[in-house]
């Protein structure tokens, strides 16, 4: 009896460990570094990174080749530190993609929202990164 409860013990902690889709839609955040002091600085700059301003195109309105990582580091004078740093990665090995505008900022501000110090997420092919840069 004992060894069963255990055994089903181990069996749910193994299952909840290795469930795909959790660890996909998950972000990682940051356990150090610079705290968000709660406004929405992080979000208006990845607002104006992913769909530009101004008639200025998006930091990243293009096609990622395969694999591709594109980065944009953006003064941020409301916030803590003096940049944040966005950076978008193409997980797919073969074929170029685009972003939608929308799509893209809606998952960078589900990380910002659920990471004050700054993480990394994984969705739909694609690995968001945001972090503060001193």
Same mark, same amino acid.
């Given at each position: 009896?004992?060894?069963?409860?255990?055994?089903?013990?181990?069996?749910?902690?193994?299952?909840? &460990?290795?469930? !795909?889709? =959790?660890? =996909?839609d998950?972000?990682?955040?940051?356990?150090? *570094?610079?705290?968000?002091?709660g406004? =929405?600085?992080?979000?208006? @700059?990845? *607002? $104006?990174?992913?769909? *530009?301003?101004? %008639?200025?195109?998006?930091?990243?309105? &293009?096609?990622f +080749? !395969?694999g591709?990582?594109? @980065? +944009?580091?953006?003064?941020?004078?409301?916030?803590v %530190?003096?940049? #944040? @740093?966005?950076?978008? $990665? /193409?997980?797919? @090995?073969?074929?170029p993609? /685009?972003? /939608?505008?929308?799509?893209?900022?809606?998952?960078?501000? #589900?990380? #910002?929202?659920?990471?004050?110090? %700054? %993480? &990394? $997420?994984? /969705?739909? *092919?694609?690995k968001?990164?945001? &972090?503060?840069?001193?």
């Amino acid at each position: 009896m004992k060894f069963s409860g255990t055994l089903a013990s181990c069996m749910i902690l193994l299952a909840s &460990v290795i469930n !795909p889709s =959790q660890a =996909q839609d998950d972000p990682t955040c940051y356990g150090s *570094g610079n705290l968000w002091s709660g406004d =929405q600085a992080p979000a208006y @700059r990845a *607002g $104006r990174a992913y769909k *530009g301003y101004d %008639g200025i195109k998006g930091a990243f309105q &293009v096609v990622f +080749a !395969p694999g591709e990582n594109k @980065r +944009a580091c953006i003064n941020n004078p409301s916030g803590v %530190g003096s940049h #944040i @740093r966005f950076e978008i $990665r /193409n997980l797919n @090995r073969h074929t170029p993609f /685009n972003l /939608n505008d929308d799509d893209c900022y809606k998952k960078l501000k #589900i990380l #910002i929202d659920l990471c004050k110090r %700054g %993480g &990394v $997420r994984e /969705n739909a *092919g694609w690995k968001f990164t945001y &972090v503060t840069l001193l």
